[in-house]
């Protein structure tokens, strides 16, 4: 070797070990800045009702948007005297604000300080007593300042109505003794006059069951649990009729090999009393287990996850080799080469019964998975614990597998609640590799750099029904409409490129996108003379054409049959299932369902996920399988560590409402939806057993609570409801600007019956030219409807007045008072 050559290698070798100690050294530095998780700090809050210790509430860090808080319900006497109980969590409690003001912020009804606590066993107590009168069966927000420590502060949230005759104590010992007696055999044969098990119930998962599963599952099968976190109650609803309450709790059981199981386990009921008794009208219970990989979770084609949904997440790598899961709001991480599995992110401490890390109102996108094992992720919800602990909002974080340290990259606050978040970032949370974020919020595309944490907004005013997202989140579509039967175009986005492909509609035609197969754009087209609306008023947006394009507008594949036409579609697995229908002279009828096949033949996953019976102790799990098969023994895990990142975006997360009069459809002690129109706002939540609230947080609808008989006098009623006109400007300008008017149309005659037992009339269409004004109903059936045409009224029976309606759509047009509150 000559002197040259020497010495270049010389320089080479220098210059190289100089780049791998520079690089030793900044993993070092990274990794010793790295931490585990703050420990959870804030206090927790409860409220007594009845003697019973019942909706725990965690705090805030900041104050939230009272419409989106709606956490729990606390029955206001008529005394107006409330309890609080603090637990202080080792804090040094100053004093507690405590605000009441309507649901929307927009009026304050009384503030003051309470000082003083009593100590009430480990809690801290307040005696304090509104002052102030407030509105019947009106909610309002209770809001709670705890000033403590070190001149920090916290808020929480419950709210607060006040009824007749409505008394929780009684539901609340009946949910407490039915958790309490499923877990004895033996106790447990008194619950059989309450259960009403039939076809319908799931017996064969502890994730689903309800009042219809048998009286074994209902007892926890064979699986012998143990509480181990005892249940708190939280009042969801309550009313003069029925009263719906959830509980949440932890249970522990042994496996075959004594080695202790945890599950997290929420349960619903909803109730009335009659005659002293409860009568239980629904209940639903879901357990879901806490993954722990040490319960010889390993089988000779994957992973078992144990109890948990047939929804589990779960992203792999390109290989095939690594896959992120999501259990139980936990992230996790196996490498079958490895031969490891790691928990990537967890609120939960190792042992730890601490209630704030349990808190379940948080979820993980798994964005990516590389085949270094690194994995993208986005945590969303209220933050337990951490450097965010008391916020809500979104974070963005990267795990570097080879250093074990999952960095957060920015976060992204929020003022609502997380089942209002959830709706939204659900929908789209996607980070591409150009670190750029991608949000749907109050219908706009916004980008977030993640790098300086601006926002852009990339495009404004997108309609819900005008924007559909690929399974991966990769690919968006939007329609440039303001509703999804008028569109004359389309954008489809790669959010990982940024191209963009427009897809036009003809002369004479609408465009509507349906979906995504895997990054394939699927579109329908329909002539504008077949988009009719059926006797309801129901619009049919029948599509003669549908198609299946490439992101750069190559047909994939086209779907056309002269006679048919397709109304909707399902995707799933590569496959589009078509809704049809034929035309006929007064419209549509149904016609026999089709499908088509993407027009490229999808690769073979290398994990499929699937549920199966895997013994009959725990009945159904969740199983991850491997196209190969590993080693099922000595199975590795980690925890990593984490970097804290001070950067967040120029962006709140915050819900607006806008102009447009919306109904929020709770029910089961959740939020349902959020729809514009009340018709289908009532229809969802009596599915759901549910209720619905305008945007003024008013009752408009209640499943259950109306009197048993009604009979309204029409002379008190809007002219435009005295003439029984179907003319919706004819009524809203009789109505004023004191009440609101509500189309109804498509609910039942069963449904409406609430709008009577409120007060309200309800204009049915009877014919072709005809309407009539229903004033009122009877304990045996019969519809009251007045004629205005001859001023009488006359009795109906239900079947016929059930047949009446329907033929003539089922067209019901009411109203209610506004509630305003100042």
């Known amino acids: 070797?000559?002197?040259?050559?020497?010495?270049?290698?010389?320089?080479?070798?220098?210059?190289?070990?100089?780049?791998?100690?520079?690089?030793?050294?900044?993993?070092?530095?990274?990794?010793?800045?790295?931490?585990?998780?703050?420990?959870?700090?804030?206090?927790?809050?409860?409220?007594?009702?009845?003697?019973?210790?019942?909706?725990?509430?965690?705090?805030?860090?900041?104050?939230?948007?009272?419409?989106?808080?709606?956490?729990?319900?606390?029955?206001?006497?008529?005394?107006?005297?409330?309890?609080?109980?603090?637990?202080?969590?080792?804090?040094?409690?100053?004093?507690?604000?405590?605000?009441?003001?309507?649901?929307?912020?927009?009026?304050?009804?009384?503030?003051?300080?309470?000082?003083?606590?009593?100590?009430?066993?480990?809690?801290?107590?307040?005696?304090?007593?509104?002052?102030?009168?407030?509105?019947?069966?009106?909610?309002?927000?209770?809001?709670?300042?705890?000033?403590?420590?070190?001149?920090q502060s916290a808020w929480y949230y419950t709210r607060i109505v006040q009824r007749n005759g409505v008394e929780v104590g009684d539901y609340l010992a009946y949910t407490q003794m039915f958790a309490q007696t499923c877990l004895d055999k033996t106790q447990a044969e008194a619950l059989v006059p309450q259960l009403e098990p039939d076809e319908t119930g799931d017996n064969s998962s502890f994730l689903n069951v309800n009042i219809h599963s048998s009286l074994d599952q209902i007892s926890w099968g064979s699986l012998a649990p143990t509480i181990v976190q005892q249940p708190v109650q939280q009042i969801k609803e309550a009313n003069e009729t029925t009263t719906s309450i959830t509980q949440e709790y932890m249970i522990s059981a042994q496996d075959e090999n004594g080695q202790t199981e945890y599950y997290t386990v929420s349960e619903f009921y909803r109730m009335r009393e009659s005659d002293g008794e409860i009568i239980l009208l629904d209940f639903e219970r879901s357990a879901q287990q806490i993954f722990d990989p040490e319960l010889g979770v390993l089988t000779k084609s994957g992973i078992n996850l144990g109890v948990t949904g047939e929804d589990t997440k779960y992203v792999t790598n390109t290989a095939g080799d690594i896959v992120a899961f999501v259990v139980n709001g936990d992230l996790w991480c196996y490498n079958r080469s490895a031969n490891k599995t790691i928990r990537v992110f967890s609120f939960r401490e190792n042992g730890s019964m601490d209630e704030r890390e349990q808190h379940g109102e948080h979820d993980v996108n798994i964005v990516r998975v590389d085949d270094a094992g690194d994995v993208t992720f986005v945590v969303y919800g209220y933050m337990n614990r951490g450097n965010h602990e008391g916020e809500v909002g979104a974070a963005v974080y990267y795990y570097r597998a080879e250093r074990n340290v999952a960095t957060e990259e920015i976060f992204v606050p929020a003022d609502i609640s997380y089942e209002m978040l959830k709706k939204q970032l659900d929908r789209l949370s996607y980070v591409n590799k150009q670190r750029e974020m991608y949000l749907y919020l109050n219908e706009n595309l916004c980008k977030v750099d993640i790098e300086t944490g601006t926002t852009t907004v990339v495009r404004e005013s997108i309609p819900e029904d005008c924007f559909v997202v690929s399974e991966s989140q990769e690919s968006i579509a939007w329609m440039d409409a303001d509703n999804a039967s008028s569109a004359m175009n389309i954008t489809v986005m790669n959010l990982e490129s940024g191209e963009t492909q427009r897809f036009a509609a003809d002369d004479g035609q609408k465009i509507r996108a349906l979906g995504f197969i895997n990054e394939d754009f699927v579109y329908g087209m329909a002539n504008d003379s077949d988009i009719l609306k059926d006797i309801s008023g129901n619009e049919v947006f029948a599509m003669h054409t549908v198609r299946i394009v490439s992101i750069d507008g190559n047909v994939k594949k086209e779907y056309h049959q002269d006679g048919y036409y397709v109304t909707g579609v399902s995707i799933s697995d590569g496959l589009l299932e078509l809704d049809r229908v034929v035309r006929q002279e007064n419209g549509y009828a149904d016609a026999p369902e089709d499908h088509i096949m993407n027009g490229e033949q999808q690769s073979q996953e290398l994990v499929t996920g699937r549920l199966a019976t895997v013994d009959d102790r725990r009945e159904q799990q969740f199983l991850l399988e491997f196209s190969t098969s590993g080693k099922t023994q000595s199975l590795l895990t980690l925890t990593p560590k984490y970097i804290y990142s001070t950067l967040r975006t120029d962006l709140t997360m915050s819900y607006e409402t806008g102009s447009a009069e919306l109904y929020y459809v709770y029910g089961k002690g959740k939020l349902i939806a959020i729809l514009s129109s009340p018709a289908e706002a009532v229809q969802l939540a009596d599915e759901n057993v549910g209720v619905v609230l305008n945007s003024s947080q008013s009752y408009v609808w209640e499943r259950g609570n109306r009197q048993q008989g009604m009979r309204l006098d029409e002379t008190t009623m809007p002219s435009g409801f005295q003439s029984a006109s179907l003319d919706e400007n004819v009524l809203k300008e009789s109505l004023g600007d004191d009440y609101e008017l509500l189309n109804l149309t498509g609910c039942t005659r069963e449904e409406i019956l609430y709008m009577i037992s409120s007060g309200y009339g309800v204009v049915v269409k009877t014919g072709a030219n005809e309407s009539l004004l229903l004033t009122g109903y009877d304990i045996f059936g019969n519809s009251w409807l007045y004629n205005p045409a001859t001023g009488e009224t006359t009795a109906l029976s239900d079947d016929d007045s059930d047949a009446l309606f329907a033929q003539n759509g089922n067209v019901f047009i009411s109203y209610i008072k506004k509630v305003k509150i100042e």
């Open 1 to 151: 070797m000559n002197k040259r050559a020497a010495r270049i290698l010389i320089l080479f070798l220098v210059f190289a070990a100089s780049v791998g100690v520079f690089t030793h050294l900044m993993s070092h530095e990274t990794t010793e800045n790295a931490t585990d998780l703050d420990a959870a700090s804030l206090p927790v809050l409860y409220m007594k009702t009845a003697d019973t210790t019942v909706n725990r509430m965690y705090g805030y860090r900041q104050e939230m948007n009272g419409v989106t808080t709606r956490e729990n319900l606390t029955p206001l006497p008529t005394d107006r005297s409330l309890t609080l109980e603090i637990d202080a969590k080792g804090q040094k409690i100053k004093n507690v604000t405590y605000t009441v003001e309507s649901t929307d912020g927009g009026a304050l009804i009384e503030n003051s300080v309470l000082k003083s606590f009593d100590e009430d066993g480990s809690y801290l107590k307040a005696d304090f007593q509104l002052e102030t009168a407030i509105l019947m069966n009106q909610e309002y927000t209770l809001k709670l300042e705890v000033a403590y420590g070190n001149g």
